[in-house]
């Protein structure tokens, strides 16, 4: 019997013991589990200005942890080593929700806020980060995501209540982009609509040389995020040769620093990243 996987549109059909794109999720009994619950790869307290979030809580730190796989399969990713990796090829940590809430709480003498979900996608890991959210926030942590985006609306939905603010990947603004990554711009535009108006929210984009770095494609990505709030931050991000795709020239900065200008045309706050 295959069960179809409902947190991304990949919807995968999986039968018993077959585990999904992502590597994160799979088929046991008839029901799909999350294979990669607190099984972390990563931990460190960061500055929540590296998430990047520049306009909740600035100079707070953030406990950021993350597991393993993703639902995209990015050429240029600077995490592969985890996001495109399966279980039996990183050590994890086991780390169970009320574990990782109270380590955060320890952390509050060193300025943390709460516990960030990142380094991976964390959507796939859906049940952990859901539990742990619920946990941290009645303990009055914040909840932070860093992810894709690309997630249907009905898990989003349900998880928003306990997140408190979210950097989203916008990675291009054409659909075409999005095809080749394995996913889709209408479902990531949808996300960041969605999650906009229940939480905090800001967009990256990491800008690649012939990839997604015309004038045309971030002007109407701003307009776009415009139409929704122009308060909304936009990180523009220079590229540096990674993974697949290391032997690209890294963003110049004058680059960079034009696609802002031009950006703040229609944004409030946008941002240079990584020059």
Same mark, same amino acid.
């Given at each position: 019997?295959?069960?179809?996987?409902?947190?991304?549109?990949?919807?995968?059909?999986?039968?018993?013991?077959?585990?999904?794109?992502?590597?994160?999720?799979?088929?046991?009994?008839?029901?799909?589990?999350?294979?990669?619950?607190?099984?972390?790869?990563?931990?460190?307290?960061?500055?929540?200005?590296?998430?990047?979030?520049?306009?909740?809580?600035?100079?707070?730190?953030?406990?950021?942890?993350?597991?393993?796989?993703?639902?995209?399969?990015?050429?240029?990713?600077?995490?592969?080593?985890?996001?495109?990796?399966?279980?039996?090829?990183?050590?994890?940590?086991?780390?169970?929700?009320?574990?990782?809430?109270?380590?955060?709480?320890?952390?509050?003498?060193?300025?943390?806020?709460?516990?960030?979900?990142?380094?991976?996608?964390?959507?796939?890991?859906?049940? #952990?980060?859901?539990?742990?959210?619920?946990?941290?926030?009645?303990?009055?942590?914040?909840?932070?995501?860093?992810?894709?985006?690309?997630?249907?609306?009905?898990?989003?939905?349900?998880?928003?209540?306990?997140?408190?603010?979210?950097?989203?990947?916008?990675?291009?603004?054409?659909?075409?982009?999005?095809?080749?990554?394995?996913?889709?711009?209408?479902?990531?535009?949808?996300?960041?609509?969605?999650? +906009?108006?229940?939480?905090?929210?800001?967009?990256?984009?990491?800008?690649?040389?012939?990839?997604?770095?015309?004038?045309?494609?971030?002007?109407?990505?701003?307009?776009?995020?415009?139409?929704?709030?122009?308060?909304?931050?936009?990180?523009?991000?220079?590229?540096?040769?990674?993974?697949?795709? +290391?032997?690209?020239?890294?963003?110049?900065?004058?680059?960079? #620093?034009?696609?802002?200008?031009?950006?703040?045309? #229609?944004?409030?706050?946008?941002?240079?990243?990584?020059?």
């Amino acid at each position: 019997m295959k069960v179809k996987c409902m947190i991304c549109p990949h919807g995968c059909m999986l039968s018993e013991g077959q585990i999904g794109l992502c590597h994160a999720r799979m088929n046991k009994d008839n029901e799909i589990i999350c294979r990669n619950y607190a099984k972390l790869t990563s931990i460190a307290l960061d500055p929540i200005e590296k998430k990047p979030l520049y306009r909740f809580h600035p100079k707070s730190m953030i406990l950021s942890v993350g597991s393993y796989g993703c639902n995209l399969k990015c050429p240029f990713c600077q995490n592969h080593e985890i996001s495109m990796a399966d279980d039996n090829e990183v050590k994890t940590y086991y780390t169970p929700p009320d574990f990782l809430v109270n380590m955060a709480l320890s952390m509050r003498n060193k300025n943390n806020i709460g516990i960030a979900y990142t380094y991976n996608e964390p959507l796939i890991s859906y049940e #952990y980060v859901m539990d742990c959210s619920i946990l941290a926030h009645k303990k009055g942590l914040k909840n932070i995501l860093v992810t894709n985006g690309y997630v249907c609306s009905e898990p989003l939905n349900s998880l928003l209540p306990y997140i408190d603010a979210m950097n989203i990947d916008l990675k291009a603004f054409n659909d075409s982009f999005y095809r080749k990554i394995g996913g889709d711009l209408e479902t990531v535009k949808s996300t960041i609509a969605n999650a +906009s108006s229940k939480c905090h929210v800001e967009i990256t984009t990491l800008v690649i040389p012939d990839e997604n770095d015309s004038v045309g494609e971030i002007v109407n990505a701003s307009r776009w995020i415009a139409s929704i709030n122009e308060e909304i931050p936009y990180h523009i991000t220079a590229f540096y040769p990674r993974y697949k795709f +290391s032997d690209k020239e890294p963003t110049s900065p004058e680059q960079i #620093y034009n696609l802002v200008k031009q950006a703040g045309k #229609y944004l409030k706050y946008v941002y240079a990243g990584n020059c």
